[in-house]
């Protein structure tokens, strides 16, 4: 968000869906329409928050939890972090 949406004059649109998966599993997904990975200084999910957050994944689900991150789903730009948790 900081560095998609909060230099646009015209702001933005966060989507934050939370949606069972396999077992009692969850997938959460965070969904921006900001500048978009392929704009930003901040490419292909590397920036330290996103770091962080893959490290913590790691110590609470060794193995087992995943997380992607890539472009919006949908026409225009913007950026998605899916999560998918174990469960």
Do not use: W
Not at 9 to 17: E, K, N, Y
Not at 18 to 45: I, K, M, Q, W, Y
């Amino acid at each position: 968000i900081k560095h998609g949406i909060a230099s646009r004059s015209s702001g933005g649109r966060v989507l934050v869906r939370a949606l069972p998966s396999e077992g009692n599993g969850l997938v959460l997904d965070v969904e921006d329409d900001g500048v978009g990975f392929g704009n930003s200084t901040h490419r292909n999910g590397s920036g330290t928050t996103l770091r962080n957050c893959r490290s913590r994944l790691e110590l609470l689900y060794p193995r087992s939890a995943e997380m992607q991150v890539g472009p919006a789903v949908g026409e225009g730009s913007g950026s998605r972090v899916r999560i998918r948790l174990p469960g």
